[in-house]
């Protein structure tokens, strides 16, 4: 027996005429009387009492394998179009890109927002560099966050979020952030020397002469904890790194004016098929950062 055969059933059953069942169904009447016979001797059932050459009455036996494959036909095509779904829009999607933003910008919007996409993975690569991020990319990663915007055949690059850098400081700490040798007498940590914002940021363009470090730490959580824990002590971080501690007054948050801002931008390939997600991304997390 085939499903093409339960769909029959259930026609037979809601209209027990022949000629017009064969016409529906593309059949002579007679093939259509050889498919419904061999169907009877396939489930050893008896399921219809003919009425005169065209006529047929549906056994009750008819009746109830007609309500069961009702459910098996409905079952059927719902699973069938959630998999032709599933080729427009995929189950697992990933994401590649930097630590601060991964932890503090995408983990709240998943959680946010996983609901509208119940069947979908998520997997979240880390990387420290924007380059990194292309790689793992360019490996199988759905859509990469970048530090600068690129020109790259066939994918797409576009501005996601908006980082505010600012000096992170211990609450009682005391500076003024026009004055570099104000700056100078802080208490400074920082990632690490290869990866160093107090002399992008400080050093390089306000030039404020280098500091010597008291601390190098390369863990967001464990830098700011130092810093609120460290009298006098700051770093340089962009604001959403240490969001929660600004708002729990922890630490203090300075903004380095109108130079502090830096755009990420999303990367991801033309006519991907993850539309929604990514739209969806696109459009949260964008408002979230400006």
Not at 28 to 48: A, C, M, P, V
Request: charged share 20%; proline share 6%; glycine share 4%.
């Amino acid at each position: 027996m085939e499903l093409k055969d339960l769909d029959l059933l259930q026609a037979l059953v809601q209209d027990p005429h022949l000629s017009r069942a064969a016409q529906r169904f593309h059949l002579s009447q007679s093939g259509l009387s050889k498919r419904l016979q061999k169907l009877e001797e396939d489930l050893g059932i008896k399921l219809f009492e003919r009425k005169g050459p065209r006529g047929l009455s549906p056994t009750p036996s008819a009746i109830e394998i007609a309500k069961v494959s009702e459910r098996v036909l409905t079952a059927w095509n719902s699973g069938l179009q959630n998999a032709k779904r599933h080729l427009d829009e995929p189950l697992h999607f990933g994401i590649a890109g930097p630590q601060i933003f991964m932890r503090e910008i995408i983990l709240p919007w998943w959680n946010k927002n996983s609901s509208k996409f119940p069947e979908l993975t998520l997997e979240a690569h880390i990387s420290a560099l924007s380059r990194v991020s292309f790689e793992l990319l360019q490996a199988g990663m759905d859509v990469g966050i970048l530090e600068h915007k690129e020109e790259l055949e066939d994918f797409i690059c576009k501005p996601i979020f908006t980082e505010t850098w600012g000096i992170v400081t211990h609450p009682g700490a005391k500076f003024d952030l026009d004055s570099p040798e104000s700056l100078a007498k802080l208490t400074w940590g920082t990632l690490s020397p290869q990866m160093n914002p107090v002399d992008e940021w400080l050093v390089r363009r306000q030039k404020m002469a280098p500091p010597v470090y008291r601390v190098y730490w390369n863990d967001l959580t464990a830098l700011s904890k130092w810093v609120a824990a460290t009298p006098n002590a700051a770093t340089v971080l962009p604001s959403h790194a240490s969001q929660s501690a600004i708002l729990q007054n922890t630490v203090k948050f300075s903004s380095l004016g109108k130079d502090s801002k830096r755009v990420l931008y999303l990367a991801y390939r033309q006519n991907h098929p993850h539309k929604k997600i990514i739209q969806n991304l696109l459009s949260s997390v964008s408002v979230s950062g400006n």
